[in-house]
T-cell receptor, first 114, second 111 residues
Framework: GESVGLHLPTLSVQEGDNSIINCAYS??????FIWYKQESGKGPQFIIDIRSNMDKRQGQRVTVLLNKTVKHLSLQIAATQPGDSAVYFCAENPDELGGNQFYFGTGTSLTVIP | DGGITQSPKYLFRKEGQNVTLSCEQNLNHDAMYWYRQDPGQGLRLIYYSQIVNDFQKGDIAEGYSVSREKKESFPLTVTSAQKNPTAFYLC??????????FGPGTRLTVL
């Protein structure tokens, strides 16, 4: 299957600082990407998505950047809060019109230090 | 409220037993999925269904079975043939080429 990798398995940040979580993907044909947040013992929650015709998309306190040249995706969280502590996954969909299958990274564990 | 539910939250299985995990959604989504999550690993696809009465094997289907008799329901059976079933199981649904919505998960432990 596809390989979706995260550069750092763990990340610790001070409350109020910005967080950046990175993800590398391998399929240059992938055209849809999602970031999920998963708290301990719970199912993943959708944070933000981006399609390949965009380089950047912003949500509430979160920004996703897509660099198709180097097949890299990042999630930026502004003014990180304790409630942001969780595991963050990126997912890629190589064919948004068919299969609907996503490939998920192993996740980065974000810890916010009060 | 629209959403996706899984039951039970915790499930214990004895060696040699089959168990069935429930997944229900009221989002009117056509596609549903089952994933397995192990510590330190990404989600791995077990089975998926794009429409009622149809389903396909994912990457790790051996030892599992599913059915899709109703649009809103996609139960997963973990059979005795699955040699290492202890894991966190996640069900998801989606519509079109959009994001997958996940349920809260079922943690299965083999005693």
């Amino acid at each position: 299957g596809e390989s979706v990798g995260l550069h750092l398995p763990t990340l610790s940040v001070q409350e109020g600082d910005n967080s950046i979580i990175n993800c590398a993907y391998s399929n240059s044909a992938s055209d849809y990407f999602i970031w999920y947040k998963q708290e301990s013992g719970k199912g993943p929650q959708f944070i933000i998505d981006i399609r390949s015709n965009m380089d950047k998309r912003q949500g509430q306190r979160v920004t996703v950047l897509l660099n198709k040249t180097v097949k890299h995706l990042s999630l930026q969280i502004a003014a990180t809060q304790p409630g942001d502590s969780a595991v963050y996954f990126c997912a890629e969909n190589p064919d948004e019109l068919g299969g609907n299958q996503f490939y998920f990274g192993t996740g980065t564990s974000l810890t916010v230090i009060p | 409220d629209g959403g996706i539910t899984q039951s039970p939250k915790y499930l214990f299985r004895k060696e040699g037993q089959n168990v069935t995990l429930s997944c229900e959604q009221n989002l009117n989504h056509d596609a549903m999925y089952w994933y397995r999550q192990d510590p330190g690993q990404g989600l791995r696809l077990i089975y998926y269904s794009q429409i009622v009465n149809d389903f396909q094997k994912g990457d790790i289907a051996e030892g599992y079975s599913v059915s899709r008799e109703k649009k809103e329901s996609f139960p997963l059976t973990v059979t005795s043939a699955q040699k290492n079933p202890t894991a966190f199981y996640l069900c998801a649904s989606s519509e079109g080429g959009n994001e997958q919505f996940f349920g809260p998960g079922t943690r299965l432990t083999v005693l």
